[in-house]
T-cell receptor, first 111, second 113 residues
């Protein structure tokens, strides 16, 4: 079945450093969504990417969808303590028509 | 608009028992999906309901079942509980099908002893 892996599993940065998480699918995706889950909370939708090579920005967050639509990345510039949480990508394949969540990357930010 | 609500928030059950969890989606949302979240397995898709019909199902045993009512509220049931069923069960609603932005509820923390 479809698998969506994320690397790294965990990253610890100092406030102000940049952070990137990568999402890789075993199959071509129709679209990809990104979610953030704060400790003790529930996943919150961040963005959806649909087009090959698409790049979207939300303030300090930059999301990319690969040209082959099999990978994606989330880059955070100048991390803040409010960025702490686990970031999940979720891919959709056309045939399955259901979201498969990635394994998640837990981000810890310290002062 | 009120968010997705799930009841109960916490539950402790014994092996062999059954449990029913409830989810009320955001008003106007017709799709409800259920996920199981554990530290070891991450977020795993259980099933999705749309307009009272099961639209998709994940790779879980038949002990896991669900349904959706005409008002879009959904329930999931787990029979013959096992220790490995201990997890956070999350419900998410979407305006249309789950391929669109999903709004998650706070979850039900189930502990099986």
């Amino acid at each position: 079945g479809q698998q969506v892996m994320q690397i790294p599993q965990y990253q610890h940065v100092q406030e102000g450093e940049d952070f990137t998480t990568y999402c890789n699918s075993s199959t071509t995706l129709s679209n990809i969504q990104w979610y953030k889950q704060r400790p003790g909370g529930h996943p919150v939708f961040l963005i959806q990417l649909v087009k090959s090579g698409e790049v979207k920005k939300q303030k300090r967050l930059t999301f990319q969808f690969g040209e082959a639509k099999k990978n994606s990345s989330l880059h955070i510039t100048a991390t803040q303590t409010t960025d702490v949480g686990t970031y999940f990508c979720a891919g959709l394949t056309g045939t399955a028509s259901k979201l498969t969540f990635g394994t998640g990357t837990r981000l810890q930010v310290t002062l | 608009k009120a968010g997705v609500t799930q009841t109960p928030r916490y539950l402790i059950k014994t092996r062999g028992q059954q449990v029913t969890l409830s989810c009320s989606p955001i008003s106007g949302h017709r799709s409800v999906s259920w996920y199981q979240q554990t530290p070891g397995q991450g977020l795993q898709f259980l099933f999705e309901y749309f307009s009272e019909t099961q639209r998709n199902k994940g790779n879980f045993p038949g002990r896991f079942s669900g349904r959706q009512f005409s008002n879009s509220r959904s329930e999931m049931n787990v029979s013959t509980l096992e220790l490995g069923d201990s997890a956070l069960y999350l419900c998410a609603s979407s305006l249309r099908v789950s391929t669109y932005e999903q709004y998650f509820g706070p979850g039900t923390r189930l502990t099986v002893t």
